[in-house]
């Protein structure tokens, strides 16, 4: 079955400008995670959805980022006023949001490349 | 609040040779804990998980973590090592406590493969 896409794979902004990624999530999957993965380090917690609703925001840097789920399907990552420090990868993950609560897997999809310029 | 520690952010083994990834973890409740491997060029997968049934947790390629609470430790072991190991695998944690069961990530460590 299809797995978690996301898109775009690459992406190569100029300081200043906005970004819009785009992540579409396995189906079914009530849970939707965004993590952030620096050069060489490990990744780190932005943003978490239950269905279309945000409870958890704790991780996003400053508000120039923001997040946003509709249909309980597609999620979309916006940075505004990109800074070079935002040069990252951009990793989403689902998981189904019931079973086994935080022991379920979350699958991940092969993340957006950002560089800042 | 939880963190997790792996030491060494390269380990190079023989083929052949055991494989031992470091992992401990800090958390006031019994954690979920989980071993991902990431390819080059490909997203991350999940290895093996354990969440309170056995403590010694087989996984895909003949991988296994023992967790040990006296320890606060969740290594990774495999008895001989294949080439194709050769990738980063990430130790991971979330919380019983922490409704959104966002995970905890450690800052990785690169597996290097000699032939």
């Known amino acids: 079955g299809a797995g978690v896409s996301q898109s775009p794979s690459n992406k190569v902004t100029e300081k200043g400008k906005d970004v819009e990624l785009r992540c579409d999530p396995i189906?079914?999957?009530?849970?939707l995670y965004w993590y952030r993965q620096r050069l060489g380090q490990g990744l780190e917690f932005l943003i978490y959805f239950q269905g279309n609703s945000a409870p958890d925001k704790s991780g996003l840097p400053s508000d120039r980022f923001s997040a946003e789920r509709t249909g309980e399907s597609v999620s979309t990552l916006t940075i505004q006023r990109t800074q070079q420090e935002d040069s990252a990868v951009y990793l989403c993950?689902?998981?189904?949001?019931w079973g086994e609560g935080g022991g379920n897997e979350q699958f991940f999809g092969p993340g957006t490349r950002l560089t800042v310029l | 609040a939880q963190s997790v520690t792996q030491l060494g952010s390269h380990v190079s083994v023989s083929e052949g040779a055991l494989v031992l990834l470091r992992c401990n973890y800090s958390?006031?409740?019994?954690?979920?804990l989980f071993w991902y491997v990431q390819y080059p060029n490909q997203g991350l997968q999940l290895l093996l998980k354990y969440t309170s049934a056995a403590t010694l947790v087989k996984g895909i390629n003949g991988f296994e973590a023992e967790f040990k609470k006296s320890e606060t430790s969740f290594h990774l072991t495999k008895p001989s090592a294949h080439m194709r190991d050769a990738a980063e695998y990430f130790c991971a944690v979330s919380s019983r406590m922490d409704s959104s069961y966002k995970l905890i990530f450690g800052s990785g460590t690169r597996l290097l493969v000699r032939p």
């Open positions: 993950a689902s998981s189904p949001g």
């Open positions: 958390s006031s409740v019994p954690p979920y």
């Open positions: 189906s079914g999957h009530t849970a």
